[in-house]
């Protein structure tokens, strides 16, 4: 390779150097300011860290992004306590409705907002009086729709085993492919009853909760709650006639997705390659320096010959 060649090498990696450190700190600038936009965002959020009802449970497990709620109660019970925290630190919180529960059904206002103004977000809580009213479920299964061999449909175990004295369920799913909703085979002991089935839509991998209400003439409601276990196995995403090379090549995308998504990892890598390019120009002048030494050398041993 010429010194021509290797000069020219030389400012192309100068100029790809420069044009990293620019980017680098467009990144830092870009990220700056979202990190100052985000705190003051922040100022305004009005979301609950936590609410809780003392003594009992909510359907489905509380969500600062879910707004509506189910509560089963016993029909003696005529209020509640409510925990509710917002989730910056001197917000306020009012709650109305969990006094003087007289009627089988009511209802349960969260209102959390910032002291300086903004958005208000509204939490419900939906109350049902859970009566001896002979309304329960009879049948529940689960399903993905998958058949057996046999052309049989396939279903999941539901823990426990399906009882009327029981509300609160787990199914432990296992899928290849994602899914966006369960097959559920629901059946009620009074025939005329409604039966409601919330947030089985968009179910993804890890944690879902499925909210299933029975609703007779009379009005009496009976609440079930279904927490989904989803495990889409990325690990094994297809059959092994696929062979590993498709496994590895899945998994290594998802880890490169995941990685570029978090912008401290994005400039972690701009400046290692900054710093590789800077070790490459190090050596190629390092390179040239060395065969400039051995052209003098030469020429100087092709002088003295001469004399």
Known sequence: MNNQKIKSIIKTLIVALVMLVLLTSKVLAASNEDKRTEEQKADQNSFLKSLNI????????FNKFVNEYFLPIPSEVTSLEVEALPEIEGHEVKVSGNT???KDTGTITIVSYPKKGGTKTTYKVNVSKQKNNGLYLTEFKVSNGEKDADGN?????VDPDLNKDAYKYTVAVSMVDEIKSL???LKASIESATVEVIGNENLKEGL???TILLTDSNGNITTYSLEVKINLGNTVISEVSKGKIYDIAYDTRNWLVNFLSDEKNVII???????VLLL???LIVRKIRKARRMDEKKEKLKHRAQK
């Not at 449909?153 to 175990?157: A, E, M, P, S, V």
């Open 208 to 210: 879902n909760d499925i």
């Open 153 to 157: 449909k396939k279903y999941f175990d």
């Open 54 to 61: 003392q003594g009992y449970e909510l359907y489905p497990t």
């Open 280 to 282: 490459l120009i190090i």
């Open 100 to 102: 003087n529960l007289t």
């Open 183 to 185: 097959d559920l085979e």
């Open 269 to 275: 890598s701009l400046v290692v390659v900054g710093v």
